[in-house]
């Protein structure tokens, strides 16, 4: 791939790009997630709680928690608390790095619209595909509970609530972290592999076993690494933006592999956090995930494909260039 783009991206003023301002900038993007979440869940845990009460149903064996964040409203409200990223973001680019928020979209400041599209065009093929292979690997789908008229009421503050959740997400891995780490450093061993680990290692699921923990994990990160390399290739997150969100409109509204966000879902199959995986499962889904964002990659980067990305290399202000990391 071209790197002009990113190195266009990556490139920062050099008073802005240390190592401390990243980490303290770091520290303020997790006290206004935390914070965030906190308010969210806790906030909504407690109204459950008090309809729980005055209805007379009981605590449920799982907690009160639990059970509200399976709920239709705990899954808005789980994904809503997402807006603390982008708060954080905010206040750490212009407190600490004294950059526009902008800035850490794209060369262009702001999103590549056909580039999103064809993230997301992109996924939904891919997501179809690997549906298939997993359904031949263990059959099971069934039609789920919400009725199509409630599906379609719910349909539109989903995509909006997973837009914002899957965004901030891509704007802190993909963005901040990514193009921060880069200003600094030259070997994508640190500025590519540390925040898809940190990314990735954010879905370990207690309620799943070792072997399926270890498959999920492998084809989200190989999932991330196509996502970092749409970003290399274009300087703008918008592929990254409409790729994953894509992905997790695939689960939240069509066919839920977890019982904790099944509850719009048209769909269930078989959950990850079921019992009856076995290690040789856990090997074909992780193949499946590796698969699929193999395919996903060709889509969207092959010269010949009708998908493929283009660069943005827009105009940056003067005042924000400087030299290249060595």
């Given amino acids: ?33 935390m914070a965030g979440t906190a308010a969210a869940l806790v906030g909504g845990g407690y109204i459950h709680a008090r309809w729980l009460a005055s209805s007379g149903a009981g605590v449920p064996d799982g907690g009160v928690m639990r059970d509200f ?6 899954v808005l409200t789980a994904l809503a608390s997402f807006a603390g990223i982008w708060l ?15 800035a850490l979209i794209g060369n262009s400041r702001r999103v590549s619209w056909p580039s999103f599209a064809k993230g997301l065009a992109a996924v939904a093929i891919t997501s179809l595909l690997s549906e298939i292979l997993l359904y031949l690997l263990h059959p099971g789908i069934e039609r789920s509970s ?19 959740q899957t965004s901030s997400e891509e704007l802190l891995f993909r963005g901040y ?19 898809l680990l940190l990314f990735t290692s954010m879905h370990w699921s207690p309620a799943s076993s070792l072997a ?11 999932f991330a690494l196509v996502l970092l390399a749409t970003v290399y290739a274009t300087g703008n997150l918008g592929a990254a933006f409409g790729a994953h969100l894509g992905n997790n409109l695939f689960g939240f509204l069509l066919i839920s592999h977890q019982q904790s966000y099944d509850a719009f879902a048209l769909f269930k199959a078989s959950p990850l956090e079921a019992a009856g995986w076995t290690g040789t499962d856990a090997l074909l ?16 980067l092959h010269p010949r494909s009708p998908l493929r990305l283009a660069a943005d290399l827009g105009k940056r202000p003067a005042e924000d260039a400087a030299p290249q990391p060595a």
Avoid at 91 to 101: D, F, Y
Avoid at 285 to 300: D, N, P
């Fill in 177 to 195: 972290l990514t193009r921060g780490l880069a200003g600094r450093f030259r070997s994508p061993l640190v500025w590519g592999l540390v925040p």
């Fill in 212 to 222: 399926i923990n270890l498959s999920v994990l492998f084809s989200i990160f190989a």
């Fill in 285 to 300: 889904i992780a193949a499946t995930g590796l698969a699929a964002s193999g395919l996903t990659a060709l889509l969207l």
């Fill in 146 to 164: 919400i009725a199509l008229s409630s599906w379609l009421l719910f349909l539109a503050p989903i995509v909006l609530l997973a837009l914002l």
């Fill in 69 to 74: 964040i399976t709920t239709p409203t705990g």
């Fill in 1 to 33: 791939m071209d790197p002009t783009a990113f190195e266009a991206y990556r490139r920062t003023p050099a008073a802005r790009a240390g190592l401390l301002r990243l980490l303290i900038g770091s520290a303020v993007v997790a006290i206004f997630w």
């Fill in 88 to 102: 954080g973001v905010w206040v750490a680019m212009r407190l600490v790095h004294r950059e526009p928020l902008a």
